[in-house]
């Protein structure tokens, strides 16, 4: 079996590989014992904030996932990359604040503007029939691994 040992990424290193945006995965804590609610989403990140925003599809059938982002649930975002120099990934954690239009002040709408979340049709609905909404996450906890070695 391969010895891969990992290295903390330092924030300018985390700024770097997170970009303006990309794809990962988001986990909703969920009530009782039950597994958490997981979903591969796209994302928009801010280096300058450290803000992560998403926009998140609810369809007519996802009461479910509607209730999670309604609540004040912790949620846990990864994303992940594997190139020739290594695998890094980075995990953030926090609550999700919804980005409305009474609430959008000039540092969001700002903020939002240096973002790119790529659109990724992953929906078991015609997008056309979902609802789409924006959120915030501005991380309680940012960690960055990377593969040893992988550094600049």
Do not use: C
Not at 40 to 60: C, H, K, M, Q
Not at 71 to 89: L, N
Not at 107 to 119: D, G, H, L, S, T
């Amino acid at each position: 079996m391969e010895d891969v040992r990992s290295v903390r990424m330092s924030p300018e290193e985390q700024n770097e590989f997170l970009g303006r945006g990309g794809t990962g995965v988001i986990s909703f804590d969920t009530s009782g014992d039950g597994p958490p609610y997981t979903r591969p989403i796209s994302y928009g990140y801010d280096a300058e904030t450290g803000n992560f925003y998403f926009r998140l599809a609810v369809g007519p059938e996802d009461a479910g996932k509607k209730d999670l982002i309604d609540e004040d649930r912790e949620i846990s975002f990864v994303t992940y990359d594997e190139t020739d120099r290594g695998w890094r990934s980075v995990i953030a954690t926090g609550s999700l604040e919804e980005i409305t239009k009474s609430a959008l002040d000039s540092k969001v709408a700002e903020a939002m503007q240096r973002v790119k979340i790529p659109f990724v049709d992953v929906y078991d609905s015609h997008p056309l029939t979902l609802e789409f909404r924006f959120f915030r996450l501005i991380p309680d906890e940012l960690t960055g691994q990377q593969q040893a070695g992988t550094g600049e």
